[in-house]
């Protein structure tokens, strides 16, 4: 598990032992399991180094991390469905759940879990005495990392439906699929997790990555003090030393740095400059729109 990029369906492969479990038996396995303290959660817009500060609270602290486990990403799913009537869970049941899953993950130990982007609606079914993180890029780097990449557009074409249903069903400012061209979708995609955010009844500490950057180790020591995990400060100081942050975090077979980030940023400022300049006049115009959306920006912008 430490050394899974993802959680989710990408962990199992053709050999992976699987099995059927009944909710009841999973349920009462976990009646029985040790207590402890609640995980600690890392919450994110996509492509924004999530991955890379979680393996580095993972090398920093020693505590265990757990880096979008498929269950989380179910819950989330399912409460998008609730939005229209067709949840197979009602709220409570669904916390109740996400309770049961949350003591399976630790186990009595330390756990941090780093979600999926797009649970960040749920945040407030997870434990209230969870400690939570956000972390985040600017809108303008956003854009160019999601545009300037062929094989990142993916995540736009993998969850940009269900966005948008999140964005409809909170905003009072709708908009359809069919007229939005790729910079203003990434544009809404970004602003749907930070509005969630924005909505959410709980603190965050929240990163801006590109400051964390330049400010990494008082970022990540005060980053584990408020998830609850110890990291000194001369471990804080091996971990950014370390390989973590010369490998591409979410392929750590991958040569990666910030020289190679900042390129790759370049790229993709020139090679989708006018989608990027589509989606920031598009985000200007939801700020009027919405007094969310220019709250969230004056945040996160």
């Known amino acids: 598990q430490a050394q899974a990029s993802f959680l989710d369906e990408r962990a199992v492969g053709p050999s992976t032992p ?6 009841a038996a999973f349920r009462d396995a976990c009646a029985t399991a040790p207590g402890g303290a ?9 492509h924004c180094g999530s991955t890379l500060i979680s393996r580095l609270v993972e090398a920093a602290s020693g505590a265990r991390s757990l880096r979008e486990p498929l269950p989380l990403r179910t819950f989330a799913v399912e409460a998008v469905q609730s939005f229209d009537g067709g949840a197979f869970l009602m709220r409570q049941e669904r916390v109740d759940r996400i309770r049961m899953f949350e003591k399976a993950w630790c186990c009595g130990a330390p756990v941090v879990i780093k979600a999926t982007s797009i649970c960040n609606d749920i945040v407030d079914d997870l434990s209230p005495n969870a400690p939570v993180a956000f972390v985040y890029v600017r809108p303008e780097t956003y854009l160019a990392t999601v545009l300037g990449r062929p094989r990142v557009k993916g995540d736009l074409r993998a969850y940009g439906q269900l966005r948008l249903r999140r964005w409809n069903a909170r905003s009072g400012w709708p908009q359809r699929m069919s007229d939005l061209r790729p910079g203003e979708l990434a544009a809404l995609c970004w602003l749907t997790e930070t509005t969630s955010i924005a909505f959410a009844q709980r603190d965050f500490f929240e990163i801006d990555f590109d400051r964390f950057l330049r400010s990494p180790h008082d970022q990540l020591a005060a980053l584990c003090r408020h998830l609850g995990v110890s990291a000194p400060m001369d471990r804080v100081a091996r971990a950014l030393s370390g390989p973590v942050t010369k490998v591409y975090s979410k392929n750590p077979d991958r040569a990666y740095d910030a020289a190679a980030r900042a390129q790759i940023l370049n790229h993709g400022r020139n090679a989708a400059a006018e989608e990027i300049r589509a989606g920031l006049a598009w985000l200007e115009t939801a700020a009027k729109a919405w007094r969310t959306a220019e709250l969230a920006l004056a945040r996160y912008g």
Request: no cysteine; net charge neutral; aromatic share 20%.
């Open 18 to 23: 699987t099995q059927w479990l009944a909710w």
């Open 38 to 46: 609640p995980p600690s959660y890392i919450l994110h817009v996509s």
